[in-house]
């Protein structure tokens, strides 16, 4: 069994800042490429940002400046840090690890069950 919890949701006024946590737990070789992604009510699910095991990041156009996605591999946990939050940012958002379970294992998706940002103007 492999779970991610996603934490740190929460309400915010605009302008503020929160930060998002994402632990893998359960029987995990190696994760690879992490993300957060967020759907906001009547939208489809979009991808917010991504880091590789090594570092790499990429962010949506939406959220450059002022989101910063980071890994912590020894905790297998992912981090979002959203600062100058704005209305639009409000959305569920959805941790994502491309994890192998075993070492001959093929890396699978796994999804966290959604952690709730509201942003107040």
């Known amino acids: 069994q492999v779970q991610l919890v996603e934490s740190g949701g929460g309400l915010v006024q605009a302008g503020g800042s929160l930060t998002l946590s994402c632990a893998a737990s359960?029987?995990?070789?190696?994760?690879?490429?992490m993300a957060w992604y967020r759907q906001a009510p009547g939208k489809q699910r979009e991808l917010v940002a991504t880091?590789?095991?090594?570092?790499?990041?990429n962010y949506a156009e939406s959220v450059k400046g002022r989101f910063t996605i980071s890994r912590d591999n020894g905790k297998n946990t992912v981090y979002l840090q959203m600062n100058s939050l704005k209305s639009e940012d409000t959305a569920a958002y959805y941790c994502?690890?491309?994890?192998?379970?075993?070492?001959?294992?093929?890396?699978?998706?796994?999804w966290g069950q959604g952690t709730q940002v509201t942003v107040s103007s």
């Open positions: 994502n690890a491309a994890l192998a379970r075993v070492p001959w294992g093929n890396y699978d998706d796994y």
């Open positions: 359960g029987s995990i070789f190696r994760i690879n490429v």
């Open positions: 880091i590789t095991r090594g570092g790499n990041t």
